[in-house]
T-cell receptor
Framework: DAKTTQPPSMDCAEGRAANLPCNHS???????VYWYRQIHSQGPQYIIH???NNETNEMASLIITEDRKSSTLILPHATLRDTAVYYC?????????FGKGTMLLVSP | DARVTQTPRHKVTEMGQEVTMRCQPI?????VFWYRQTMMQGLELLAY????????DSGMPKDRFSAEMPDATLATLKIQPSEPRDSAVYFC?????????????FGEGSRLTVL
């Protein structure tokens, strides 16, 4: 699976949009971009995934660049409960390989 | 809500003892994964099953760890003998497919402490 690069940490004010970037310059054509998050002491939680097109669900939006070499996860109105480690993962026909992720701290 | 169930949630044991962790995947899911998480190494894949058959256990120390799926509703991870360095949170995950388009659902984990 292709490797991803994420900033180690980010801050966001409550109520504002949180934009979490991810670089995956070696992604292959059949590999999906996945986002998971892990709130302290809990199991990783699926957020969203996409292949080429932008995706939106009740939790977040995923913006994938046209060349697919990077993506951004958007939490439109961050709350304190969104404080977590966010993992960007590129997955083909295989398992999920987790990197170190981005620690997002949402503050009042 | 369908969920992955792991037992025990917490286990404290002494070095040399056998430890068995259990996982009930979501009904209908045909892939099961075991991960281990420590502060130093993060989330590491230990083993991976499709249709109860082990496909990849290269991340697992073979001399002391074993993973099995006796049936479609139960996956087990056994450590014998346990060592202090095995202290970690062990997560089980299941998914409807191992193709790139399938999401994984994780359990709440089993926190193991080996003294």
């Amino acid at each position: 699976d292709a490797k991803t690069t994420q900033p180690p940490s980010m801050d966001c004010a409550e109520g504002r949009a949180a934009n979490l970037p991810c670089n995956h310059s070696t992604i292959s054509g059949n590999e999906y971009v996945y986002w998971y998050r892990q709130i302290h002491s809990q199991g990783p939680q699926y957020i969203i995934h996409g292949l080429k097109n932008n995706e939106t669900n009740e939790m977040a939006s995923l913006i994938i660049t046209e060349d697919r070499k990077s993506s951004t996860l958007i939490l439109p109105h961050a709350t304190l409960r969104d404080t977590a480690v966010y993992y960007c993962i590129v997955r083909g026909y295989s398992t999920l390989t987790f990197g170190k992720g981005t620690m997002l701290l949402v503050s009042p | 809500d369908a969920r992955v169930t792991q037992t025990p949630r917490h286990k404290v044991t002494e070095m040399g003892q056998e430890v068995t962790m259990r996982c009930q995947p979501i009904l209908g899911h045909n892939t099961v994964f075991w991960y281990r998480q420590t502060m130093m190494q993060g989330l590491e894949l230990l083993a991976y099953f499709r249709n109860r058959a082990p496909l990849d256990d290269s991340g697992m120390p073979k001399d002391r760890f074993s993973a099995e799926m006796p049936d479609a509703t139960l996956a087990t991870l056994k450590i014998q003998p346990s060592e202090p360095r095995d202290s970690a949170v062990y997560f089980c995950a299941s998914g409807p497919t191992d193709r790139g388009s399938g999401e994984l659902f994780f359990g709440e984990g089993s926190r193991l402490t080996v003294l």
